[in-house]
C-alpha cells in the first residue's frame, strides 16, 4: 500500500500545471500585504517625524498628531493579532 501511495504521489506531481503566483493579485495575501506595508509606513512616518522634532526641524503639533497616527496603527494591528490568535485557539478547539 506504501508503494501505490507513492506512485499516486508521483504521478499528481508529474500531472499538475505548475502555475507561478500571481505578482500583485487580488487575493487575500496581497491585503495583508498592503496592510502590512500601510503600518510599517505609519510606523516610519512617526519615527521620522520624532527624529525630526528632536532636532528642532518639527513643529510640536506635527508630532503629537504622528504619535497619534502610530499609536492607532499599532492599536489595529495588536486588534487584528489578537483576533487571528482567537480564532486560531478556536480551530484548535474544533472536535475532530
Known sequence: ???NTSLATQS????????PPEAGGS???????QAANSFVDAVKAGEDTA???????????????ALAQTEL?????????NK?????????????
Do not use: C, N, W
Open 12 to 19: 499528481y506531481a508529474q500531472a499538475r500545471a505548475a502555475v
Open 1 to 3: 500500500m506504501d508503494f
Open 73 to 81: 496603527a499599532i492599536e489595529t494591528a495588536v486588534t487584528v493579532r
Open 51 to 65: 527624529k525630526a522634532a528632536m532636532a528642532g526641524q518639527a513643529d510640536p503639533h506635527a508630532l503629537v498628531q
Open 27 to 33: 487575493g487575500p495575501g496581497s491585503l495583508f500585504e
Open 84 to 96: 487571528v490568535v482567537e480564532a486560531y485557539q478556536e480551530i484548535l478547539r474544533m472536535p475532530v
